[in-house]
């Protein structure tokens, strides 16, 4: 028995989308007849996976499935089987939970894999798009070991975390980014469309106008006359420099370029470290073995020469070396990260050293982006108020001059 996503109409002609199991589509077309529903379309949703990975396409952004939801729908198999329900009704149970017909799809493509005799990680193998492969080396540790339960339950913990590391950074930093945009809208307003009409009245009177207003008008008629060919030419260069970018070599310099900027240089290393500390925690305590779970690790860091520390690192593993002194050196992880480490290493406490680990640089990371963002705010509402007092005394300097002219 397999699932299958179908769309049908009923005799009102309205279309219908979701998720019905069966054993084969002409089944599932006959359940859809049944119900006084015209079938249009039935695949296999496994299948339609499959095709659209290949395509390289992926789902659309409203069926993707998010980190939350993946978060989620781990929390909840975790605690029904540690509850001691058989897998395949624990699978069932979330999928009739579920309000989004993707997610129900994927979850019952996974239990009829689980039905036929696979494993949960052979099912979540399906749907590589939405189980990494730190999720399925993990599931496929924990059922070797007969600690599915508790491995459900440190994934849900993992994926939390990540998302919580995100979301704190995406809005400590949409403050800053936003008043930015809107400054520049302000300003941009104010030079094409407020100045010229202000500056018109002083340029009809043929008088000689200061520096600092010719300066003003110059550059109010370069917007003016040149500002979309501007704007356009910055959405050329930034598409070039994206497509130049592609090249791993390219992005590679790029990467390692970012790493030696000073404040954004110790935001990425930060931010990589964290998660790579994290997923080799959660891998080290389901008992993936070390190489794979530094493999897998690697994996999750943006930043290529950070990656590439990674995979040297595995390699001087794979040869005996320790993981705190392979990763050290390159020198582009945080000393105190190679100390802990190092200490779980000869202690045998590598599992909560990892974990120690990530809650240093993330604690680190909160800090000091809650302190960029607290200092970057007043920052750019002092700019914004310089420029505009300087447009303004720019405007007004000529009317001074005329009252000192009649004095």
Same mark, same amino acid.
Do not use: C
């Given at each position: 028995?397999?699932?299958?996503?179908?769309?049908?109409?009923?005799?009102?002609?309205?279309?219908?989308?979701?998720?019905?199991?069966?054993?084969?589509?002409?089944?599932?077309?006959?359940?859809?007849?049944?119900?006084?529903?015209?079938? &249009?379309?039935?695949?296999?949703?496994?299948?339609?996976?499959?095709?659209?990975?290949?395509?390289?396409?992926?789902?659309?952004?409203?069926?993707?499935?998010?980190?939350?939801?993946?978060?989620?729908?781990?929390?909840?198999?975790?605690?029904?089987?540690?509850?001691?329900?058989?897998?395949?009704?624990?699978?069932?149970?979330?999928?009739?939970?579920?309000?989004?017909?993707?997610?129900?799809?994927?979850?019952?493509? &996974?239990?009829?894999?689980?039905?036929?005799?696979?494993?949960?990680?052979?099912?979540?193998?399906?749907?590589?798009?939405?189980?990494?492969?730190?999720?399925?080396?993990?599931?496929?540790?924990?059922?070797?070991?007969?600690?599915?339960?508790? &491995?459900?339950?440190?994934?849900?913990?993992?994926?939390?975390?990540?998302?919580?590391?995100?979301?704190?950074?995406?809005?400590?930093?949409?403050?800053?980014?936003?008043?930015?945009?809107?400054?520049?809208?302000?300003?941009?307003?104010?030079?094409?469309?407020?100045?010229?009409?202000?500056?018109?009245?002083?340029?009809?009177?043929?008088?000689?106008?200061?520096?600092?207003?010719?300066?003003?008008?110059?550059?109010?008629?370069?917007?003016?006359?040149?500002?979309?060919?501007?704007?356009?030419?910055?959405?050329?260069?930034?598409?070039?420099?994206?497509?130049?970018?592609?090249?791993?070599?390219?992005?590679?310099?790029?990467?390692?370029?970012?790493?030696?900027?000073?404040?954004?240089?110790?935001?990425?290393?930060?931010?990589?470290?964290?998660?790579?500390?994290?997923?080799?925690?959660?891998?080290?305590?389901?008992? &993936?073995?070390?190489?794979?779970?530094?493999?897998?690790?690697?994996?999750?860091?943006?930043?290529?020469?950070?990656?590439?520390?990674?995979?040297?690192?595995?390699?001087?593993?794979?040869?005996?070396?320790?993981?705190?002194?392979?990763?050290?050196?390159?020198?582009?992880?945080?000393?105190?990260?190679?100390?802990?480490?190092?200490?779980?290493?000869?202690?045998?406490?590598?599992?909560?050293?990892?974990?120690?680990?990530?809650?240093?640089?993330?604690?680190?990371?909160?800090?000091?982006?809650?302190?960029?963002?607290?200092?970057?705010?007043?920052?750019?509402?002092?700019?914004?108020?310089?420029?505009?007092?300087?447009?303004?005394?720019?405007?007004?300097?000529?009317?001074?001059?005329?009252?000192?002219?009649?004095?």
């Amino acid at each position: 028995m397999g699932a299958f996503a179908y769309t049908a109409l009923d005799s009102a002609g309205r279309q219908h989308q979701g998720v019905l199991e069966g054993d084969t589509a002409r089944q599932v077309r006959a359940l859809l007849r049944e119900k006084s529903l015209l079938p &249009v379309t039935v695949a296999e949703v496994a299948a339609q996976e499959s095709r659209t990975q290949r395509a390289g396409q992926g789902f659309a952004l409203r069926k993707r499935v998010s980190t939350a939801d993946l978060s989620l729908l781990t929390r909840q198999l975790a605690t029904l089987v540690r509850a001691g329900l058989p897998l395949e009704e624990s699978l069932l149970a979330v999928s009739q939970q579920t309000e989004r017909p993707r997610v129900q799809g994927i979850l019952l493509g &996974v239990r009829a894999r689980v039905m036929e005799g696979h494993t949960l990680a052979a099912g979540f193998a399906d749907f590589p798009r939405v189980f990494p492969e730190i999720y399925r080396a993990t599931v496929a540790a924990g059922e070797q070991s007969g600690h599915l339960d508790t &491995v459900l339950e440190r994934l849900a913990d993992y994926t939390e975390s990540r998302e919580l590391l995100r979301q704190k950074v995406l809005g400590a930093m949409l403050y800053p980014i936003v008043l930015t945009i809107l400054s520049f809208m302000i300003v941009s307003v104010l030079l094409a469309y407020v100045v010229p009409k202000v500056v018109q009245v002083f340029q009809d009177s043929h008088a000689k106008l200061p520096l600092m207003t010719r300066a003003l008008v110059a550059v109010s008629d370069l917007i003016r006359h040149y500002g979309i060919w501007g704007l356009l030419a910055l959405i050329a260069a930034a598409l070039l420099f994206g497509r130049w970018k592609r090249d791993p070599a390219h992005q590679r310099r790029v990467h390692r370029w970012l790493l030696t900027v000073p404040l954004a240089g110790r935001l990425l290393r930060g931010f990589n470290t964290a998660r790579f500390t994290r997923t080799l925690s959660i891998l080290t305590a389901s008992a &993936v073995p070390v190489l794979d779970a530094l493999r897998i690790s690697g994996e999750v860091v943006n930043n290529l020469p950070m990656r590439d520390a990674v995979t040297e690192a595995t390699a001087r593993v794979r040869e005996g070396a320790p993981i705190g002194r392979s990763l050290s050196q390159s020198r582009l992880f945080p000393p105190m990260t190679i100390h802990l480490i190092s200490s779980g290493e000869s202690s045998g406490q590598l599992e909560n050293m990892l974990e120690r680990a990530a809650l240093n640089q993330e604690r680190e990371l909160e800090g000091l982006v809650t302190a960029l963002t607290g200092l970057l705010g007043p920052l750019l509402i002092v700019f914004m108020g310089l420029f505009v007092m300087g447009i303004v005394f720019a405007m007004l300097l000529p009317i001074f001059e005329m009252n000192t002219l009649i004095h």
